[in-house]
């Protein structure tokens, strides 16, 4: 069966359609939303059976879906209409919402229903993370029986009743909508609003006489003010009032610019001082440990998953501490939202020398990859819970053991980026998943689905894909890990393979020859880099749609084709 993914973007949710999709046996082709003569042509030169839009944002042409039956993806309960979908059931505070599978026609959102499900609105979520969690997994779902469906050949999509529909048509949410009155808000509805604009657009303020948008937000106790003054910076946070407590805003974003940690980005333009904090407070701290039975389950929680020279630094010493302690194993848990996406393009792009901070960068992430990869007296494991990319995809293979959540997309590629990439990727991964797969790996610049790397030899357990549950299996694993015989038995066979590697190549060439490359990349004001990183920190969009996507009309098996 052929399926065209029609998308306005190659976002997460649509990597892990195509990688599900795959993995049931379809063919497929990704067309980005470009222009209507592209889409159309795409139609003509693939000939696909069904079009899926896992995320669009632009209207299907007219010739398109009159021809084919193209399923669009709402996140809204059935009924719900408008692009406001979740900012809206975020500022209502409802209690559930839901996904709809619907045929598109010729008016917005209400066309025949091939598929609804609901789910819960976790308490205090944001909307970008109800979309990477609940959306996803929901969409994916009716994605998958849709397709079953359209295969049995008598399935008939049911119109939409928008009489008896729970939902409605919304228009698009305002600046308007969503500002804050920092005169009259409580702290729960200042952060009701910032979780309804979160990722994209952020909330609008005029600051010194400058339109910053802001993001990001969690309470802060322990302070209180003038409603609306900003009181401390700390953590790349600074701490705004309300009328009865305060918030930490954690970014910022200038008119016309990018984002950027909010304490960077905001006292420049106040009129008067804002002190900053010698050490953040433990809501806004973005790295932190938690101990359980012999085990150090070591968190952080950057932005993006993009990890600054600062953070990586940080992260180093936190990781030495616990290296340096009693625990047994020690566990890679990254963040909630991403587990890593390697180095930071924000800041990077920000610098005055960005050739300069790239470099820094890339040795600091390297710093931290070689200290798990020299850990002797412990056992590691990296949890990747939640999507990674790119540096951060090769950093979870310097752990002894990978455990990955089912669902969880892994980009482990960097000539997106127009870079050779570097945190030992060239000892890690080949002797994973092995040579040929490593190439495929890096040069296909496709994604991987956690069960693809399970049977790859990226990861060596797969868990379940609720949050909860997958928590609940590592832990036992991982108590069980701790266990006296069991860390004996694994050390040593640990401290002979390493010395065996050792022997062969010194992990210092790898990095060496790596960084060799980056650095050339890095000062050549020429690169690709410099363009397509200036290009993803201002969100441009593409012109077409890149050619790696457009050469995957076959999927190919999991072995490689030597050809």
Known sequence: MRVLLLCSAFNGLSQRVHRELSRSGCELLVQLATSDTEMEAAVERFRPNLIICPFLKHKIPDAIWQQLPCLVVHP?????????????????????????????NDTMDAGDIWGTQNFPLRPGASKSSLYRREVTTTAVALVKQAIQSFMENDFVPRP???????GCLLPTMTQKDRA????????????????AADSLPGIREEIGGVTVNLFGGVAAQEFTGTPGAYLVSAGGRI???TVDGAVWLSHAKVAGSFKLPAADVIPPLLDYPVDALPEAPPAVQDIWVEYTDNVAYLFWSFHGGAMSTGQCKALLTQYRELAASDVKVIVLMGGDEFWSNGIHLNTIEAADDPAEESWENINAIDDFVAEVIHTQGKITVSAVRSNAGAGGAMMALASDLVIVRDGVVINPHYQTMGLYGSEYWTYLLPRRVGGEMAKRYTTSCMPVLASEALEDGYADLLFSEDPLAFNRELRDYCTALAAPESVSLLLTEKRERRAEDERIKPLAAYRREELEIMRRTFFDPQAEYHRARKAFVYK???????????????????ELETA
């Open 160 to 166: 939409l009743d928008e009489a008896r529909a729970p």
């Open 180 to 195: 804050i009155d920092w005169q009259q808000d409580t702290t729960a509805v200042v952060l009701k609003k910032l979780r």
């Open 540 to 558: 441009q969009c593409p012109k077409c749609t890149p050619a790696y996507l457009q050469s995957a009309l076959v999927d190919f098996p999991r």
């Open 239 to 241: 701490c705004r009032a």
């Open 76 to 104: 809204g309960i059935e009924g719900d209409r408008g692009p406001s979908s979740l900012d809206w059931a975020i500022h209502q505070e409802q209690p559930r919402w839901g996904v709809t599978l619907l045929q598109a």
